[in-house]
């Protein structure tokens, strides 16, 4: 189990990325530092240099902003909330520990309280002090991951939100430097992401990649109204091997302790498994149809919703769980057209539909554009 999905080694972006957008047709040569610190770089280096950063420890302080726009939602807190769901939403301060491939820790900070997760080798401790509360998994080697032990799909530290961007490059994406410029006190080179494309709700996204050890220290993610959506910074970093001491959970006086047994590995069962999930994957993309492309991209769909349920998540460490499907698409305003009936989640940099007959749009595109995928 990683607590963060781009350690180790910090590789950001696939090789054949890498190759799509030096040898596409998007980058601009210009040089990226205008600063004698740095020695200048074209985008095509930067996008190199992040292939190949390798970085084994670090430790420090990111603050995080997000700024979606999103309609107030059952269980989706803003800066008052630690659990892992309050990050789509608010200001969280954030502090990171890595220290090889078994040890990492996560803490959420928030105004009424803190969440750690904690990796120290086959130890993994998820911790509220909100609730006063904390789960212990102990990992062998015929242990699956506990889902609730790994954060979910947005990002939490610059690194991962980096990683989601590149993996994205297109040929659609003109890419550009900026001056070089200072993050957590660290002169840093600014690589800078336009979609060509006028549809997307996305203006601009910001990389400020660290100028010697060449990794993520900050990413904005800017609307095509000028507004930053999305915003993870470390104020603080340290290369260093992080104490031991970090990794250490002792439980507060006073906390529920609950020992949870982590799910196990069938190994006969493996072979099987992994068929079946080829199987439904591509069941899955039988049912799913891509309209446009690059940033414009619209992803239409079956929606599943069989598993929705109307009782919330009881996953420890987060406060009362996470809201179900089914509450939150009930909050969702109604909308409808030519294309049916169902409910929008609208957001400054992206849309999803949600339609009655059981389809789904979504794309980073304005409400009108799903709509049309869906006629």
Do not use: C
Request: hydrophobic share 35%.
């Amino acid at each position: 189990m990683r607590i963060f999905q781009s350690h180790p080694a910090l590789r950001w972006a696939v090789p054949a990325i890498v190759v799509g957008v030096v040898g596409g047709t998007s980058l601009i040569a210009v040089s990226a530092s205008a600063d004698a610190a740095l020695p200048d770089e074209t985008p095509q280096q930067l996008l190199v240099d992040l292939q190949n950063s390798h970085v084994d420890s670090f430790s420090g302080t990111v603050v995080q902003t997000s700024d979606l726009g999103l309609p107030q939602l059952p269980g989706i807190g803003g800066d008052y909330d630690t659990s892992l769901t309050s990050l789509i939403s608010g200001t969280h301060t954030l502090q990171v520990w890595s220290s090889g491939e078994d040890k990492q820790r996560l803490a959420i900070h928030g105004t009424l309280g803190e969440t750690d997760i904690i990796r120290n080798g086959t130890d993994v401790w998820n911790w509220s002090s909100r609730d006063n509360a904390a789960t212990h998994t102990k990992l062998s080697s015929d242990t699956a991951e506990p889902e609730h032990a790994v954060p979910s799909d947005a990002p939490k530290t610059p690194q991962e939100a980096a990683a989601k961007v590149l993996d994205a490059i297109e040929p659609t994406t003109t890419v550009s430097t900026n001056p070089a410029v200072k993050v957590a006190g660290r002169d840093a080179y600014a690589l800078v992401l336009e979609p060509k494309d006028s549809g997307s709700l996305i203006g601009q996204v910001r990389i400020a990649i660290d100028g010697e050890k060449k990794v993520p220290l900050s990413v904005k993610v800017i609307a095509t109204d000028g507004t930053t959506v999305f915003e993870t910074a470390f104020s603080s970093i340290d290369f260093g091997t992080p104490d031991d001491a970090n990794f250490t959970f002792n439980a507060p006086p006073g906390t529920k302790v609950t020992e949870e047994k982590p799910p196990t590995v069938d190994k006969d069962k493996v072979a099987e498994r992994k068929a079946q999930a080829e199987k439904d994957a591509t069941a899955a993309q039988k049912d799913t149809t891509v309209v446009g492309s690059g940033w414009s991209t619209v992803v239409v769909g079956k929606a599943d919703l069989s598993k929705a349920s109307t009782e919330d998540s009881t996953h420890s460490g987060e406060r009362g769980g996470a809201a179900s499907m089914q509450q939150i698409l009930n909050a969702l305003p109604k909308v409808s057209g030519s294309w049916g009936s169902g409910r929008l989640l609208a957001s400054k940099a992206f849309s999803v539909v949600i339609t009655d007959d059981g389809r789904f749009a979504a794309g980073a595109v304005a409400p009108e554009t799903l709509y049309k995928a869906l006629s």
